[in-house]
């Protein structure tokens, strides 16, 4: 049995679990997935809650798996590092999980004590909030999302027995998965910077917290949220003394095994692809980037949503980005995140919700494959028999604007939903291609909006670091390339990027060993990190922009017609509550 290191990698997304099992250059040697459990509401389209005990359970399994898979001994295990959806997690002061759900059992001891990112029951908060015209709204773009945590915490303590608040922590979800695995309270400045108002370089803000109804976290000084002092870690930063001997036996692990400091799953990607080289028509870049190259690079991480990365040596704002903040994975280094709600759900729904779905899923497994094949053969199809070269022309005349589930970036208005101009008295599959192509389309155009603001503001983006399943859509990479006017790197493996990210968290821990935050100069913290990210990412594969002077002329006019769409329902919002009053 080899004696080799490892690393471990835990990603936890919005419908599972994935554990990863990589070598010190980045080869993942083993990968297990687990589903988890989300719980909604029959009456109330906008809750989605999951459970820590069952996402705690689904790790160990995972990790389990993965040392039996690859036959690896817990000593060769050296650092374990989480990513997870920016998620609120609650507990009691011993850890143990509180209930979120609206009625009798809510501030109980009860397993359903997550509030999921995409939970929009916050919205009165979230308005309430953005009208204090607190500092703390700066750094997230002018206007704080309902999806953060501080909305959802004060959703909670406005419908919550007070003694039952007064028992609660609250963390985002990576931040909990670090203190479930050492029984330390440090958290990360990537959760408390980028979700829960922790501003940079002046740590919680009190009178915030007093204005918005939240007092007694001032108080008792941050204790339900952390971060007292302006204790935070960032990246990687080695958690704690490691795992718990609890954490350790569920695991499957060993006690004292390294833990880094987590980050947000979006972050994991960043982390885990934007360092990588690239071949371009077969062949490996000679370049070797830099940390400074970095901020030239914007990280989507495209899954059921997607967010988008990007850092800076300085600070950015810009209107509708979150952001900038200050050190999320990187000391000294600021970062912004633009965002969409809704983009691989969006693709299902739109497929989904299609009268000729069931005549495509009965045709694909007659085929023996994916949907999506089916949809792109059909595009084909269509294109010869409307003599035309490309998908773009065979919906020309219809255009979709995509926020069914409100816009995160750069509008930042939840009550945005979608609009379609161009429907016909057709229900066919050939409807169903077309409206599939024009949902890819809207997906790129909205991320084009997102890369124009943030360069307009002061970022230099020239190309676009891939992960999460999305990337595995060939057609889409292009259409973002091609839409944007950039190259667009994909990685290795679209899956795992994320994994590999939190799994460079890990080794990051085990690096610093026992020197812990202050003890390593920013300029090492910041060393040590890119070299390892440079190890560790594997190659990516290169999608340079390819339309023809034709298709560049459509997708120019489509991204103005997609910009009229905006302000055109945001008039006819205007209008209709003019008429209400």
Not at 282 to 292: H, N, V
Not at 411 to 418: F, K, S
Not at 437 to 451: C, G, K
Not at 510 to 523: I, P, R, T, Y
């Amino acid at each position: 049995m080899s004696s080799e290191s490892y690393y471990i990698g835990v990603d936890v997304g919005t419908g599972s679990v994935r554990s990863g099992l990589v070598k010190p250059d980045g080869t993942i040697a083993a990968i297990s997935t687990e589903a988890t459990q989300t719980f909604r509401d029959s009456k109330d389209h906008r809750i989605f809650e999951q459970s820590t005990t069952d996402i705690w359970d689904g790790i160990g399994k995972t990790i389990r798996a993965v040392l039996a898979e690859a036959k690896v001994t817990p000593s060769q295990v050296k650092g374990i590092g989480f990513d997870a959806t920016c998620s609120l997690a609650v507990t009691d002061m011993n850890g143990d999980p509180v209930v979120v759900t609206s009625g009798p059992d809510l501030g109980q001891n009860g397993d359903r004590n997550i509030i999921l990112w995409a939970d929009h029951r916050a919205e009165e908060e979230a308005n309430m909030i953005n009208s204090t015209g607190s500092k703390v709204l700066e750094y997230v773009g002018g206007v704080m999302s309902l999806e953060m945590e501080i909305p959802k915490t004060l959703w909670l303590k406005r419908r919550m027995k007070p003694e039952l608040f007064s028992r609660c922590q609250f963390f985002d979800l990576p931040d909990f998965l670090s203190y479930r695995a050492t029984s330390d309270n440090t958290r990360s400045t990537c959760s408390v910077t980028c979700k829960c108002s922790y501003v940079p370089d002046l740590g919680w803000q009190p009178d915030f917290f007093t204005k918005i109804g939240l007092e007694e976290f001032v108080e008792n000084n941050y204790k339900q949220i952390g971060g007292a002092d302006g204790i935070v870690h960032t990246a990687g930063l080695p958690v704690g003394n490691g795992l718990s001997e609890r954490a350790a036996k569920e695991l499957g692990l060993l006690p004292g095994t390294a833990v880094g400091s987590a980050v947000i799953d979006a972050y994991a990607g960043w982390l885990g692809t934007v360092a990588a080289r690239f071949t371009e028509n077969g062949k490996l870049s000679e370049f070797i980037p830099s940390l400074d190259e970095s901020r030239h690079r914007l990280a989507a991480c495209a899954g059921t949503s997607t967010c988008h990365i990007v850092q800076s040596k300085e600070g950015v704002f810009v209107n509708g980005v979150w952001g900038p903040y200050k050190a999320p994975v990187f000391p000294g280094w600021w970062m912004n995140e633009g965002g969409q709600s809704s983009t691989g759900q969006l693709i299902d729904f739109m497929i989904k919700t299609h009268p000729a779905f069931s005549e495509l899923e009965q045709i694909a497994k007659e085929k023996d494959t994916s949907i999506h094949d089916i949809l792109h053969r059909e595009l084909e199809k269509l294109k010869v028999e409307n003599e035309v070269e490309t998908f773009t022309e065979l919906t020309k005349d219809m255009h979709f604007y995509p926020d069914l589930h409100g816009n995160r970036s750069p509008i930042a208005d939840p009550r945005m939903r979608g609009s379609f101009v161009g429907l016909a008295l057709d229900d066919g599959l050939g409807d169903l291609a077309r409206k599939f192509n024009l949902t890819l389309e809207a997906i790129a155009l909205q991320t084009r909006h997102i890369v124009d603001e943030m360069n307009a503001k002061g970022h230099s983006i020239q190309s676009i670091y891939m992960s999460g399943g999305q990337a595995k859509n060939l057609h889409l990479m292009q259409l973002f390339a091609d839409t944007i006017g950039i190259p667009v790197v994909l990685p290795l493996n679209s899956g795992a990027a994320v994994v590999l990210g939190a799994a460079m968290l890990g080794r990051m821990a085990n690096d610093a060993g026992a020197v812990k935050q202050g003890k390593l100069s920013e300029e090492e913290q910041c060393e040590a990190l890119w070299k390892i990210m440079v190890e560790m990412t594997p190659t990516g594969a290169l999608v340079a922009p390819a339309a023809s002077p034709k298709e560049k002329k459509l997708l120019e006019a489509k991204y103005k017609i997609f910009r009229e769409a905006i302000e055109i329902q945001k008039r006819w919002r205007q209008q209709m509550e003019d008429a209400s009053k």
